[in-house]
C-alpha cells in the first residue's frame, strides 16, 4: 500500500511540474532578438482591422520571417527534423510581437490581459480559438477592475486582444521564452 501511494505521489509531482521548453534558451530567443525592425509589423498587417478579408502577409515579408528562422536555426543548430517546429515557433512570437502594440494601442495592456487570462511564461497558455462567454465575461469584469473602460472598446479592440491572445498563447505552447 504504501508503495502505491509513493508512486502515485511521484506520478502528480512529475504531472505538476512545468513542462520543458523544446528548444534551447538561445534557439527560442533568437527570431525575436535578429527580426528586422518592423518585420513583425509587417507580419501582422493582414490580421489587423480595416485589412481585406482575403489579405495575405506580402511575399517580402515571407521571405524575410522565412530567411529569419532558417538562419535562427542554422546558428542555434536546429535539427532538420525540427525546423518546420521551430519556423512555427518563430512565427507565433513575430506574430505575438507585432500584435502588442496593436493591443496597446486599443488601450489594453498586453501584460494585463496575459494575466487575466493565463497567458505566458510558466501560465496555462490555452486556446482561445473558441473563447465562450464565460472567458468574455471573466476578461471584461477583470479589465473592468483594473481601470480598463470595456464599453469604450470597440469590435476592433476585442478582435486585436483575441488575435493577440492566441498568438501569444501559441508562442509559448511552442517554446517561447519566459519575458
Same mark, same amino acid.
Given at each position: 500500500?504504501?508503495?502505491? +501511494? ?39 498587417? =493582414? ?23 532558417? &538562419? ?28 502588442? =502594440?496593436?493591443? +496597446? ?6 501584460? &494585463? ?23 468574455? &465575461? ?16 470597440? &469590435? ?24
Amino acid at each position: 500500500m504504501r508503495r502505491v +501511494s509513493l508512486i502515485l505521489i511521484a506520478m502528480a509531482c512529475v504531472a505538476a511540474a512545468p513542462a520543458a521548453s523544446p528548444w534551447t534558451p538561445r534557439q527560442a530567443a533568437c527570431p525575436l532578438r535578429q527580426a528586422p525592425s518592423g518585420l513583425a509589423a509587417e507580419v501582422v498587417k =493582414p490580421m489587423l482591422p480595416g485589412a481585406a478579408q482575403d489579405a495575405e502577409i506580402s511575399d517580402e515579408a515571407a521571405e524575410q520571417l522565412a530567411n529569419l528562422a532558417l &538562419t535562427c536555426a542554422k546558428q542555434t543548430k536546429v535539427g532538420k527534423a525540427r525546423l518546420n517546429a521551430y519556423i512555427e515557433m518563430a512565427t507565433w512570437q513575430l506574430t505575438s510581437s507585432g500584435l502588442a =502594440p496593436e493591443v +496597446s494601442a486599443r488601450g489594453i495592456d498586453p501584460a &494585463t490581459l496575459a494575466a487575466i487570462m493565463n497567458v505566458g511564461a510558466g501560465r496555462a497558455n490555452p486556446s482561445f480559438e473558441n473563447l465562450g462567454d464565460a472567458d468574455v &465575461t471573466r476578461m471584461m469584469v477583470a479589465l473592468k477592475a483594473k481601470g480598463v473602460n470595456v464599453d469604450a472598446l470597440d &469590435t476592433d479592440a476585442w478582435h486585436v486582444a483575441g488575435a493577440w491572445l492566441e498568438a501569444t498563447s501559441r508562442a509559448y505552447r511552442a517554446g517561447m521564452p519566459g519575458k
